[in-house]
């Protein structure tokens, strides 16, 4: 049985297979075909933070593919207090068919995986987004024809969904700039376990967004204060202000240079108004992408 908690477990035609399988079913939901494929099974959504895109996506996708999904706020369910991870672990396995799990931290994921009867699916850690990371690997590669040899501009913080994308990025033969200030770079663990055996110099790290999306194809940003980081909110500010996506950013890049964001933006922050709303912005394919490869993540682990 497989689990679905970090690009870096998958190999890169696993991913391939992935994305391949995810543009079929894009394609069939735009065509209407009905899919029976998660017939009687059921898919539970434990959110311990907020989510618009993951446990929408998630309950569309289940329905569309004939499954039934079951939403369990964190608070309810008490992960790790009300009762051990390893004792609603070994409950919800005889339950349910699949779980996803946004949690605060990436530990709560391992411990529930560890003895899990069933597939867990990381709907978003404080390590790693991986969903994300699959769906905005689809965008580029709808926008590009192919994503190997493009190049990714991340302007904002070494975090959990830069991770992933660089993850995806390595894997598929894409280069993955970040751009970012002093002290919010990739931390040394990820640089060593994954980044380093990509290449030496993988991926570049540039403390200035201007050369940093210099030929870029893809200009990648996210907000500066994650959820859980509010108390750092005002320091993020000032540190983050000279990396705002903007039109004189954007211009710095190639001509065919696209933006993405996984959403939700704060414009007027990291990203203003007209690149959002102007014509390089794909974040919103890129949201609607959330879905279709999720659907093929759990034909996946289901099959
Ligand atoms: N990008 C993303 O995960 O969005 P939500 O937080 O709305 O799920």
């Known amino acids: 049985m497989r ?13 391939n297979h992935l994305l391949t399988e995810s543009a079929r079913l894009k394609d069939a939901h735009s065509r209407r075909i009905p899919s029976h494929s998660l017939s009687g099974r059921v898919v539970g959504l434990v959110f311990e933070k907020p989510s618009l895109r993951t446990r929408v996506s998630f ?32 409950t919800i396995s005889q ?8 949690v605060y931290q990436h530990k709560t994921l391992d411990g529930i995986a560890q003895v899990s009867g069933i597939p867990i699916i990381n709907g978003l850690s404080d390590w790693s987004h991986p969903c994300q990371g699959l769906a905005d690997v689809l965008t580029v590669r709808e926008l590009f024809g192919t994503e190997a040899g493009r190049t990714v501009a991340f302007v904002g913080d070494g975090n ?9 990025c390595g894997k598929l033969g894409m280069q993955f700039v970040l751009a970012c200030p002093v002290g919010y770079g990739f931390d040394e663990k990820f640089k060593a376990d994954y980044c380093k055996k990509v290449s030496p110099d993988f991926p570049k790290e540039i403390n200035d967004p201007f050369p940093a999306v210099k030929g870029a194809d893809v200009i990648y940003t ?25 039109a004189e950013l954007l211009s ?9 964001h996984c959403l939700p933006a ?22 609607g992408n959330r879905m279709h490869v999720q659907k093929a993540v759990l034909e996946w682990l289901l099959r």
């Open 3 to 15: 689990h679905f908690l970090n690009l870096i477990d998958l190999t890169a035609d696993e991913l």
């Open 59 to 90: 309950e569309a996708g289940v329905a569309q593919l004939g499954g039934t999904s079951l939403y369990l706020p964190g608070n309810e369910v008490g992960l790790g207090w009300r009762e051990s991870l390893a004792d609603f672990s070994h």
């Open 95 to 102: 339950y349910l068919d699949a779980l996803v799990l946004r």
């Open 160 to 168: 959990n969904v830069a991770r992933s994308l660089a993850v995806g």
């Open 222 to 246: 996210d907000v500066w204060t994650s959820m859980g980081q509010e108390a750092e909110r005002e320091e993020r500010l000032k540190r983050f202000a000279p990396f705002q996506v903007n």
């Open 252 to 260: 710095k890049a190639s001509a065919q240079c696209k933006v993405l």
């Open 266 to 287: 704060h414009r007027g922050e990291e990203i203003t108004d007209d690149v959002m709303d102007g014509p390089a912005c794909a974040a919103f394919q890129q949201a």
